[in-house]
């Protein structure tokens, strides 16, 4: 009587493992990458409250806010995890630093800008993002002239 033999060679685990790990080595940097710019798009999130703030604050008063305070947004020292700080700038600017996020060529700051003048009737009021690190920055927030941040 004759026997089959049934299973796998050495030599195909060899090459099924061979290619697992060509695999591997493209896949696990591609999320790492994935994991920092997720981490990144949090800061930039952390945006959205106070621009609703300081959109209303200048379509109500028709000027924008000195301070995020008398827009009625209160920041605070620790926002979350991968945001260090929201500040104020000028004529309704502010900024968002992110941390923790490891992101390539340092962290990333957010810097959102009003399109509206200071003074006079709107309707709306449009954003522009610009960012410090463009290879973690959000496709809104890639270049210096970018596009209106929804």
Same mark, same amino acid.
């Given at each position: #009587?004759?026997? /089959? #033999?049934?299973?796998?060679?050495?030599?195909?685990? #060899?090459?099924?493992?061979?290619?697992?790990?060509?695999?591997?080595?493209? %896949?696990? +940097? !591609?999320?790492?990458?994935? $994991?920092?710019? @997720? =981490?990144?798009?949090?800061? #930039? $999130?952390?945006?959205? +409250? &106070?621009?609703? !703030?300081?959109?209303?604050?200048?379509?109500? /008063?028709? !000027?924008?806010?000195?301070?995020?305070?008398? %827009?009625?947004?209160?920041?605070?020292? /620790?926002?979350?995890?991968?945001? @260090?700080? &929201?500040?104020?700038?000028?004529?309704?600017?502010?900024? &968002?630093?992110?941390? @923790?996020?490891?992101? +390539?060529?340092?962290? +990333?700051?957010?810097?959102?800008?009003? /399109?509206?003048?200071?003074?006079?009737? &709107?309707?709306?009021?449009?954003?522009?993002?610009?960012?410090?690190?463009?290879?973690? @920055?959000?496709?809104?927030? =890639?270049?210096?002239? !970018?596009?209106?941040?929804?």
């Amino acid at each position: #009587m004759k026997k /089959n #033999m049934q299973g796998f060679t050495l030599i195909e685990l #060899m090459i099924v493992i061979a290619i697992l790990g060509i695999l591997l080595a493209i %896949a696990i +940097p !591609a999320y790492q990458d994935y $994991l920092a710019r @997720a =981490r990144a798009s949090e800061a #930039m $999130l952390a945006g959205a +409250p &106070v621009k609703a !703030a300081i959109s209303e604050f200048r379509l109500s /008063n028709n !000027a924008y806010p000195t301070t995020l305070a008398e %827009a009625g947004y209160t920041a605070t020292a /620790n926002q979350s995890k991968y945001v @260090a700080s &929201v500040t104020a700038g000028a004529a309704g600017a502010f900024s &968002v630093a992110a941390r @923790a996020t490891s992101c +390539p060529g340092g962290e +990333p700051t957010f810097t959102f800008t009003p /399109n509206a003048p200071a003074t006079g009737a &709107v309707a709306a009021v449009d954003w522009t993002c610009t960012s410090t690190n463009v290879q973690c @920055a959000p496709a809104t927030c =890639r270049t210096a002239a !970018a596009a209106p941040a929804p």
